[in-house]
């Protein structure tokens, strides 16, 4: 990925100053920021892929997809409340390291 940015430009979210706890301002991120950033989340959908197999049906409530249009029909599946809890610690972890990350 060369930019994240249409045609390669910042937009109005881009500063060089602090953003503070709530930025409104982002800075610009190099090649290797870039890299990873997207490691991060090729990993995370990679786990969360792996943690919503446990139980597709509330792996797909997350993903905000109806029972009828999941597809699985597993005779087995594992505590939803758990998976649905073990993905939103996983949502918060990678935002955590992202924030960091672009700090």
Do not use: C
């Not at 090649?31 to 049906?57: F, M, R, S």
């Not at 009828?68 to 990678?94: C, F, N, P």
């Amino acid at each position: 990925m060369a930019s994240i940015y249409e045609n390669g430009q910042p937009d109005a979210r881009q500063s060089d100053g602090p953003g503070g706890l709530f930025r409104k301002r982002y800075r610009q991120l190099d090649a290797e920021e870039i890299a990873q950033h997207d490691h991060i989340k090729d990993k995370a959908h990679e786990l969360a892929q792996a943690i919503g197999a446990l139980n597709p049906v509330a792996y797909a409530r997350i993903l905000g997809v109806t029972e009828a249009h999941t597809g699985y029909r597993m005779e087995k599946t594992y505590d939803g409340a758990g998976v649905t809890l073990a993905l939103r610690h996983l949502e918060d972890a990678v935002y955590r390291a992202v924030k960091a990350l672009t700090a």
